[in-house]
């Protein structure tokens, strides 16, 4: 009798596959299981098991799995079955939403290993010097990597010479699975048994009489045993004697110590807690009752509360009676940036019940909350993460909170699966039977269109907390500005003002501009020619501090030269300004204030954002300077004055929602103003005051923005009342690109009858030297959107059919944002 498994792949395949297992694994093996896999000519791969069934596949001869990686599943079914929807719905395959899901450190690859071949008599005179320097590595060690190869040679073709080898007879290679996760282990310190009975510190103070430094950090040992009646760790006792840890291998070789390991969870908050209370006031209670209602009739509600309304103290009391029920939450954020604040005041107020998981976490950190979430622990009642945490293996969830749900970062981009973070929450949420709550003080059009058409639920906070009033808006015209010859820089003179005001009371600023480095472009004055990048058709950004020309989509950078590239002039001059032009004025114009500047350069390293923050919430920067970053959802008491650099920049984006996101982002940009006590100000300069979204965002008129934006997506067909699927191909041949987008397009016209535009050259229209074209399909809502998807699905198929069309990489975005 044959048993048979059917896995997914870690690889973008849209299939699954079958490998045959004995009669005692077909029994020991369980849905959710890892287990090594041969596939390919000698590649192995962790795949996740499916079903074990007794159906032999008819189309190939199923491999034998090589070993089970698991001795209980480390996925669960809802979560399977979640991202089998993702799948289908997000047009992507199954293997991209489990390689996606699971941390890398659970998804073992094969890494070569090469050996010294068993039983070789190998002739040193054949081989050439760089065999010879690989022979002579495995004299030293028994297996090398082919990243130590490389290492090893300084080379980054390395497998012709180990091709040579394998020839020569001198190396085998071997497949191996490695497992990359590393339990955190954690070195204790305790008295040996023979001094803890009675009279056994006397022993112990003859056998040190001559050891002074010893019998100190002995002395130490009893104070804190004493003090905490709890383990000691070896680094804890070395602090409090402050010896090295020398002294302690010296008395562990005495027999008088005895060390040992214990496992700890790397991420760990217990020592957070404090034991305030949290105060509703009474809108903020009214808001919770009403949230409390709507979830008796619906499934999702949404939070409409403007900037600093206490969203957040909402939010925690509403957790806290889901914890006393024995559910779980999931709290999700748009930003990594947000989660250094709310980890701390959520961990104040919960203590190490709350675990974090985001991609700035390293492997293992992440690996051992995945575990923690498995296994139903304590520490992992509240979830808080980035996008990512929705694949989490969740057992009893009750509630998922969606905080800043407008924000464009909760859409995965690239690569697929290209979900949206909101919509797949819901979807979890309703596997689970959970509830999902909606935050956000500018809520999305397609959001509020739900909340008013009833199906989901509305709950409106109008006020902020604490009587604090709205800030007042100020619009500064720059078109007068610098005609009136006002303008310092980029800074008018009423910027300049009120930012020495505000200093002067010691107050703090935040200055908003939406493009990092120093300048967006240089340009020759005599012939107008602008450094391109050479693989992407746009032009380089200039980033002072480095000195370097620098491509934002690829990474490709050159130093700033000193001459036209084209006309050899040396009248260079940039154009437009970043960040880093601000930071620099800023300096000039007050040479007296710290400041600091928050974007994508300055917060690369795990805790960039965390002393960023930080600094600017202990009142270390005076001006804190940055990108959309600081536009959501952080919390600075201090800040009285928020100024907006350029509004311009949003407004013109060729986008169906450049309103609706510029509103956004500056209307939360400036909820960052006068949070505490006093009132705030804002100053948005502009050269278009009188534009509508500009004249929304001074009024705060939310309700406005919807309606004028409601009505112009009904007539030009876009969401709420259609979804967009976006296709974009891409190809280095420029008319091979351009004959196969034409082909697709009237292939889908012809059997679509549903409006499809393009193929379209989109702004920047080749990216790391591939061509790009665009096609969208407008689905109404009223459609059947799945048995659209299939139609779409079959064309791509045939598509990939035609030899010709065949290297064209066509990748679906649907509900594209």
Request: proline share 3%; charged share 25%; with cysteine.
């Amino acid at each position: 009798m044959l048993f048979f498994v059917e896995v997914i792949l870690p690889l973008s395949l849209a299939k699954t596959f079958t490998y045959s297992i004995s009669e005692a694994e077909y029994h020991f093996i369980k849905e959710g299981m890892r287990v090594s896999v041969p596939f390919g000519k000698n590649k192995m791969y962790t795949a996740l098991v499916l079903e074990t069934h007794q159906n032999k596949p008819t189309l190939y001869e199923a491999k034998e799995i090589n070993q089970i990686l698991d001795e209980l599943p480390i996925v669960t079914a809802i979560q399977i079955k979640h991202w089998q929807w993702i799948a289908n719905y997000y047009m992507c395959a199954i293997g991209d939403v489990y390689r996606a899901a699971l941390p890398s450190g659970l998804l073992l690859e094969s890494e070569t290993i090469i050996s010294q071949k068993q039983n070789a008599t190998v002739d040193t005179q054949t081989l050439s010097d760089e065999e010879y320097l690989i022979h002579e590595a495995l004299q030293l060690q028994s297996t090398l990597k082919i990243q130590d190869i490389v290492g090893i040679l300084n080379k980054k073709n390395v497998f012709p010479i180990i091709q040579q080898l394998i020839d020569k007879g001198v190396i085998s290679l071997q497949e191996e699975v490695l497992d990359g996760y590393k339990p955190k282990l954690v070195r204790y310190i305790r008295l040996h048994e023979q001094y803890t009975t009675d009279g056994g510190l006397n022993t112990l103070l003859e056998v040190l009489k001559n050891a002074a430094k010893q019998k100190e950090l002995v002395l130490n040992y009893f104070q804190l045993n004493a003090s905490e009646q709890k383990p000691i760790t070896v680094k804890k006792l070395v602090d409090a004697a402050k010896t090295t840890s020398a002294a302690v291998k010296a008395l562990i070789e005495k027999g008088i110590f005895e060390d040992y390991l214990i496992q700890e969870d790397r991420v760990d908050f217990s020592n957070n807690q404090s034991n305030k209370e949290i105060l509703l006031s009474s809108s903020q209670q009214a808001a919770l009752e009403q949230i409390t209602e709507r979830f008796l009739e619906k499934e999702v509600c949404l939070l409409h509360g403007v900037t600093a309304s206490g969203k957040t103290e909402v939010y925690i009391k509403l957790i806290e009676e889901y914890l006393e029920t024995g559910k779980k939450v999931l709290y999700l954020l748009p930003e990594i940036a947000l989660t250094t604040q709310l980890v701390s005041r959520l961990s104040a107020y919960f203590g190490n019940k709350v675990a974090v998981f985001h991609s700035k976490y390293n492997n293992n950190e992440r690996i051992e909350v995945w575990r923690q979430v498995l296994q139903n622990s304590d520490k992992a009642q509240i979830v808080i993460g980035a996008r990512s945490a929705l694949f989490l293996p969740f057992k009893e969830l009750g509630l998922i909170i969606v905080d800043e749900e407008h924000e464009q970062t909760y859409k995965q981009m690239d690569p697929a699966p290209r979900y949206h973070a909101r919509d797949t929450a819901i979807v979890l949420a309703n596997f689970h039977e959970a509830k999902v709550l909606l935050g956000s003080a500018t809520p999305s059009i397609e959001t509020y269109y739900n909340a008013t058409n009833d199906k989901f639920g509305l709950v409106e906070l109008s006020h902020r907390y604490g009587k604090v009033t709205m800030p007042v808006i100020e619009l500064v015209d720059l078109k007068d500005k610098y005609f009136r010859k006002r303008m310092t820089g980029h800074f008018s003179d009423t910027l300049i003002q009120n930012i020495t005001e505000v200093k002067a009371l010691g107050e703090q600023v935040i200055l908003f501009q939406n493009r990092r480095g120093y300048s967006p472009l240089l340009e020759c004055l005599t012939c107008g020619h602008v450094p391109q990048c050479q693989q992407c058709d746009v032009s380089l950004t200039y980033h002072k501090h480095k000195n370097q020309l620098r491509c934002h989509y690829c990474g490709y950078s050159i130093a700033k030269p000193t001459h036209c590239h084209a006309c050899s002039s040396v009248d260079l001059t940039t154009k437009g300004f970043g960040t880093e032009q601000i930071q620099q004025e800023l300096e000039l114009l007050f040479p007296d204030s710290k400041i600091g500047r928050m974007d994508q350069d300055t917060t690369r390293g795990k805790f960039g954002f965390e002393k960023i923050i930080d600094s600017f919430k202990n009142r270390e920067i005076d001006i804190l300077v940055g990108t959309q970053m600081l536009a959501k959802g952080l919390d600075f008491d201090n800040v009285t004055l928020v100024g907006i650099m350029n509004a311009d920049n949003m407004l013109y984006h060729p986008d169906f929602r450049a309103f609706e996101r510029s509103f956004q982002m500056m209307t939360q940009v400036a909820g960052r103003s006068g949070r505490a006590s006093k009132q705030g100000k804002v100053l948005i300069q502009t050269y278009n005051p009188d534009h509508n979204t500009i004249q929304q965002v001074t009024n705060n008129n939310y309700i406005a923005m919807y309606k004028e934006q409601l009505y112009d997506r009904q007539i030009y067909k876009y969401p709420p009342y259609f979804r967009i699927i976006k296709l974009t191909l891409k190809q280095r041949d420029y008319e091979k690109l351009k004959q196969g987008s034409l082909w697709l397009y009237q292939v889908m016209a012809q059997n679509l009858a549903i409006p499809v535009l393009g193929p379209e050259e989109p702004s920047i229209n080749r990216i790391r030297n591939e061509y790009i074209r665009t096609i969208i399909i407008k689905v109404p809502t009223a459609t059947s959107v799945a048995g659209i998807k299939k139609t779409i699905q079959k064309m791509l198929n045939s598509f990939d059919a035609v030899a010709q069309y065949r290297a064209i990489k066509v990748s679906v975005n649907v509900d594209f944002y």
